[in-house]
Protein backbone atom coordinates (compact mmCIF):
# COMPACT_ATOMS: atom_id res chain seq x y z
CA UNK A 1 0.00 0.00 0.00
CA UNK A 2 1.39 3.46 -0.90
CA UNK A 3 2.28 5.50 1.93
CA UNK A 4 1.74 9.47 1.84
CA UNK A 5 3.41 11.48 4.22
CA UNK A 6 1.86 15.06 5.42
CA UNK A 7 3.72 17.27 6.75
CA UNK A 8 3.43 21.06 7.64
CA UNK A 9 4.56 23.72 10.27
CA UNK A 10 2.47 25.44 13.24
CA UNK A 11 -0.50 26.62 11.96
CA UNK A 12 -0.48 25.43 8.34
CA UNK A 13 -3.85 23.27 8.79
CA UNK A 14 -2.03 20.00 8.48
CA UNK A 15 -4.15 18.91 11.35
CA UNK A 16 -7.16 19.86 9.55
CA UNK A 17 -5.98 18.56 5.98
CA UNK A 18 -6.31 15.31 8.08
CA UNK A 19 -9.96 15.69 8.98
CA UNK A 20 -10.87 16.30 5.16
CA UNK A 21 -9.14 12.88 4.30
CA UNK A 22 -10.51 10.90 7.32
CA UNK A 23 -14.00 12.31 6.20
CA UNK A 24 -13.61 11.04 2.76
CA UNK A 25 -12.50 7.26 4.57
CA UNK A 26 -8.50 7.79 3.88
CA UNK A 27 -7.04 5.53 6.77
CA UNK A 28 -4.84 8.26 8.76
CA UNK A 29 -2.32 7.96 11.22
CA UNK A 30 -1.38 10.27 13.70
CA UNK A 31 2.11 9.96 15.03
CA UNK A 32 1.04 12.44 18.10
CA UNK A 33 -1.76 10.68 19.18
CA UNK A 34 -0.40 7.48 18.39
CA UNK A 35 2.25 8.16 20.68
CA UNK A 36 -0.28 9.38 23.56
CA UNK A 37 -1.78 5.86 23.28
CA UNK A 38 1.23 4.30 23.45
CA UNK A 39 2.25 5.87 26.95
CA UNK A 40 -1.27 4.71 28.22
CA UNK A 41 -1.00 1.41 26.58
CA UNK A 42 2.16 -0.19 26.53
CA UNK A 43 3.87 -0.49 29.71
CA UNK A 44 7.38 -1.52 28.69
CA UNK A 45 7.49 1.75 26.81
CA UNK A 46 6.86 3.30 29.90
CA UNK A 47 8.97 1.40 31.86
CA UNK A 48 12.26 2.18 29.53
CA UNK A 49 11.69 6.03 30.05
CA UNK A 50 11.25 6.06 33.31
CA UNK A 51 14.57 3.70 33.40
CA UNK A 52 16.10 6.13 31.05
CA UNK A 53 15.34 9.03 33.28
CA UNK A 54 15.91 7.21 36.58
CA UNK A 55 12.67 8.22 38.04
CA UNK A 56 8.48 7.50 38.44
CA UNK A 57 6.19 8.41 35.66
CA UNK A 58 2.89 7.33 36.80
CA UNK A 59 0.54 9.45 38.83
CA UNK A 60 -1.09 7.42 42.54
CA UNK A 61 -4.15 5.83 39.84
CA UNK A 62 -1.22 4.47 37.98
CA UNK A 63 -1.50 6.92 34.85
CA UNK A 64 0.87 8.26 32.80
CA UNK A 65 2.39 12.04 34.50
CA UNK A 66 2.68 13.64 31.29
CA UNK A 67 3.26 16.80 32.81
CA UNK A 68 6.15 15.45 34.52
CA UNK A 69 7.79 13.80 31.72
CA UNK A 70 7.15 17.32 30.06
CA UNK A 71 9.38 19.38 32.60
CA UNK A 72 12.13 16.43 32.38
CA UNK A 73 12.75 17.31 28.50
CA UNK A 74 11.74 21.02 28.13
CA UNK A 75 14.78 23.28 26.74
CA UNK A 76 17.02 19.91 27.30
CA UNK A 77 18.04 18.79 23.60
CA UNK A 78 20.09 16.07 24.70
CA UNK A 79 17.24 14.41 27.18
CA UNK A 80 14.62 15.04 23.99
CA UNK A 81 16.66 12.92 21.87
CA UNK A 82 17.18 10.24 24.59
CA UNK A 83 13.27 10.16 24.94
CA UNK A 84 12.56 10.32 21.34
CA UNK A 85 15.21 7.42 20.77
CA UNK A 86 12.96 5.40 23.07
CA UNK A 87 9.37 6.57 21.36
CA UNK A 88 9.36 6.89 18.14
CA UNK A 89 10.96 3.22 17.71
CA UNK A 90 8.04 2.19 19.24
CA UNK A 91 5.70 4.40 17.18
CA UNK A 92 7.34 3.37 13.79
CA UNK A 93 6.38 -0.41 14.86
CA UNK A 94 2.58 0.42 15.79
CA UNK A 95 2.12 2.34 12.44
CA UNK A 96 4.01 -0.82 10.41
CA UNK A 97 1.73 -2.97 12.45
CA UNK A 98 -1.46 -0.66 11.49
CA UNK A 99 -0.56 -0.29 7.98
CA UNK A 100 -0.28 -4.33 7.78
CA UNK A 101 -4.10 -4.42 8.80
CA UNK A 102 -5.13 -1.82 6.39
CA UNK A 103 -3.16 -4.07 3.77
CA UNK A 104 -5.35 -6.64 4.60
CA UNK A 105 -8.38 -4.78 5.01
CA UNK A 106 -7.93 -3.27 1.45
CA UNK A 107 -6.66 -6.31 -0.59
CA UNK A 108 -8.39 -6.55 -3.95
CA UNK A 109 -10.08 -3.08 -3.80
CA UNK A 110 -9.71 -1.05 -6.73
CA UNK A 111 -9.57 2.73 -7.52
CA UNK A 112 -12.31 4.85 -5.98
CA UNK A 113 -13.41 8.26 -5.55
CA UNK A 114 -12.95 7.95 -2.07
CA UNK A 115 -8.85 7.37 -2.85
CA UNK A 116 -9.91 10.59 -5.11
CA UNK A 117 -9.84 7.79 -8.04
CA UNK A 118 -7.13 6.13 -7.01
CA UNK A 119 -5.94 2.75 -5.21
CA UNK A 120 -6.35 2.66 -1.24
CA UNK A 121 -3.81 4.38 -0.19
CA UNK A 122 -2.61 5.47 3.60
CA UNK A 123 -1.74 8.99 4.99
CA UNK A 124 1.02 9.22 8.22
CA UNK A 125 1.00 12.81 10.09
CA UNK A 126 3.88 14.06 11.46
CA UNK A 127 5.52 17.70 11.86
CA UNK A 128 8.79 16.11 12.25
CA UNK A 129 8.89 13.51 10.08
CA UNK A 130 11.20 14.79 7.24
CA UNK A 131 14.03 14.89 9.66
CA UNK A 132 13.72 11.09 11.08
CA UNK A 133 15.43 8.54 8.05
CA UNK A 134 13.33 5.13 9.98
CA UNK A 135 10.02 6.93 9.25
CA UNK A 136 10.56 8.16 5.39
CA UNK A 137 12.07 4.90 4.28
CA UNK A 138 8.56 3.76 4.63
CA UNK A 139 7.30 6.53 2.69
CA UNK A 140 6.43 6.71 -0.74
CA UNK A 141 5.16 10.48 -0.92
CA UNK A 142 5.61 13.62 0.82
CA UNK A 143 2.69 16.59 0.75
CA UNK A 144 3.72 19.93 2.76
CA UNK A 145 1.00 21.85 4.05
CA UNK A 146 1.46 25.51 3.98
CA UNK A 147 0.33 28.76 4.22
CA UNK A 148 1.66 32.52 4.60
CA UNK A 149 3.41 33.76 8.10
CA UNK A 150 0.82 35.51 8.88
CA UNK A 151 -1.88 33.14 8.22
CA UNK A 152 -0.20 30.66 10.00
CA UNK A 153 0.54 33.00 13.18
CA UNK A 154 -2.80 34.12 13.15
CA UNK A 155 -4.55 30.85 13.44
CA UNK A 156 -1.91 29.27 16.20
CA UNK A 157 -2.32 32.47 18.52
CA UNK A 158 -6.40 32.19 17.90
CA UNK A 159 -6.38 28.36 18.79
CA UNK A 160 -4.29 28.24 21.58
CA UNK A 161 -4.42 31.62 23.02
CA UNK A 162 -0.55 31.82 22.87
CA UNK A 163 1.56 35.22 22.53
CA UNK A 164 2.28 36.05 18.84
CA UNK A 165 6.28 36.44 20.44
CA UNK A 166 6.25 32.85 21.61
CA UNK A 167 4.84 31.17 18.20
CA UNK A 168 7.27 33.02 16.34
CA UNK A 169 10.05 31.61 18.10
CA UNK A 170 8.45 28.31 17.61
CA UNK A 171 8.00 28.68 14.48
CA UNK A 172 11.91 29.42 14.15
CA UNK A 173 12.59 25.77 15.53
CA UNK A 174 11.04 24.23 12.48
CA UNK A 175 12.65 23.75 8.81
CA UNK A 176 11.37 21.53 6.19
CA UNK A 177 13.78 20.44 3.48
CA UNK A 178 11.87 20.75 0.14
CA UNK A 179 13.77 18.55 -1.75
CA UNK A 180 12.12 16.09 0.04
CA UNK A 181 8.48 17.28 -0.64
CA UNK A 182 6.65 15.91 -3.88
CA UNK A 183 3.37 18.41 -3.22
CA UNK A 184 2.51 21.68 -1.45
CA UNK A 185 -0.87 21.99 -0.58
CA UNK A 186 -1.21 26.12 -0.11
CA UNK A 187 -4.14 26.68 2.86
CA UNK A 188 -4.86 30.58 2.72
CA UNK A 189 -8.13 30.47 2.21
CA UNK A 190 -11.33 28.73 4.14
CA UNK A 191 -12.41 25.16 4.10
CA UNK A 192 -13.96 25.03 1.00
CA UNK A 193 -11.00 26.59 -0.49
CA UNK A 194 -8.63 23.77 1.40
CA UNK A 195 -10.64 21.03 0.00
CA UNK A 196 -10.69 22.04 -3.48
CA UNK A 197 -6.64 22.53 -3.07
CA UNK A 198 -6.68 19.08 -1.20
CA UNK A 199 -8.33 17.37 -4.37
CA UNK A 200 -6.55 19.27 -6.87
CA UNK A 201 -2.94 17.88 -5.32
CA UNK A 202 -4.04 14.33 -4.90
CA UNK A 203 -5.39 13.96 -8.38
CA UNK A 204 -2.31 15.48 -9.32
CA UNK A 205 0.25 13.34 -7.47
CA UNK A 206 2.45 10.71 -9.25
CA UNK A 207 2.04 7.46 -7.94
Given at each position: ?I ?5 G???S ?5 C ?7 I ?10 RLY ?6 LDS?EEA??C?LRL??G??D ?6 I?FS??E ?5 E ?5 AV??D ?6 ML???FD??G????FY??K??C ?7 L???EFMA ?12 QT???RA??R ?6 Q??R???L ?7 V?AV ?9 L????S????S?N?
Open positions: MTIALTGIGGKSTVCILTDRGPVYDTDSAAKVSDDSLVFGGPDSFRQKLSSVSPKLRTLGIVHPLKFIRWKTESRGVESDTGRPFVIESAIIDKEEVDKVILVNASLRLKCSDGTDPGVIRMAQNFDISKDIRNDGDIKDEKEVKVFHLF
